[in-house]
């Protein structure tokens, strides 16, 4: 069966700090991975997505950015975070059907 | 624009009753919808979803029914329980399109015993 792992599942980090949160998928090849966060009283937001090594799509401009360096491997960083960029942040996976998400990451920017 | 629309941020049902989610949808090239359950601090969770090419499916206490006429889909849970009380999102999808999923911005259901 197929699983997805993403950590930490929380995360503190100060203004201007960099960020690096992974994300990667069991039991499946060539998924469609996905990157979205859910801002506090507000929906589920997608940033980016990929449906194959190296291929990255970004949905928001921001502070953030992705990378694929392998198929099931998936993950989000940032240079410098800023306060906004807190919220929680959510990996998910699909291969021709439902999205199936990670547990998520509870990050929050001081 | 959003193209997937939950009008009602909140329910509030008895337990033992039906409980009616609603969600509406703008793209027409929409062709596979989906109902996720969400708790507090954890990952969206699959729970049913319906093709564009059928008007209803069910699982259990769970039925979805689509109407495509009207881009309005809905989620009964029957009969509703406590444990049932969690965030529910609406999401859409073109297959064989962009593979983006498209989230409503959820209905917080409250299932009071």
């Known amino acids: 069966s197929q699983t997805i792992h993403q950590w930490p599942a929380t995360l503190v980090q100060p203004v201007g700090s960099p960020l690096s949160l992974e994300c990667t998928v069991e039991?499946?090849?060539?998924?469609?991975l996905y990157w979205y966060r859910q801002a506090a009283g507000r929906g589920l937001q997608l940033l980016f997505y990929?449906?194959?090594?190296?291929?990255i799509s970004s949905e928001v401009p921001q502070n953030l950015s992705a990378s694929r360096p392998q198929d099931r491997q998936f993950i989000l960083s940032s240079k410098k975070l800023l306060l906004s960029d807190s919220g929680f942040y959510l990996c998910?996976?699909?291969?021709?059907?439902?999205?199936?998400f990670g547990q998520g990451t509870r990050l929050t920017v001081v | 624009d959003q193209q997937v629309k939950q009008n009602s941020p909140s329910l509030s049902v008895q337990e033992g009753r039906i409980s009616i989610l609603n969600c509406d949808y703008t793209?027409?090239?929409?062709?596979?919808f989906l109902w996720y359950k969400k708790y507090p601090a954890e990952g969206p969770t699959f729970l049913i979803s319906i093709s564009s090419i059928k008007d209803k499916n069910e699982d259990g206490r769970f039925t979805v029914f689509l109407n495509k006429s009207a881009k309005h889909l809905s989620l009964h849970i029957v009969p509703s329980q406590p444990g049932d009380s969690a965030v529910y999102f609406c999401?859409?999808?073109?297959?064989?399109?962009?593979?983006?999923?498209?989230f409503g911005k959820g209905t917080k259901l409250t299932v009071n015993p």
């Open positions: 039991g499946t090849s060539n998924p469609n």
């Open positions: 990929s449906v194959g090594i190296g291929q």
């Open positions: 793209n027409s090239m929409f062709d596979y």
């Open positions: 999401a859409a999808i073109t297959q064989g399109g962009s593979e983006k999923l498209v």
């Open positions: 998910a996976w699909s291969r021709l059907g439902p999205v199936y």
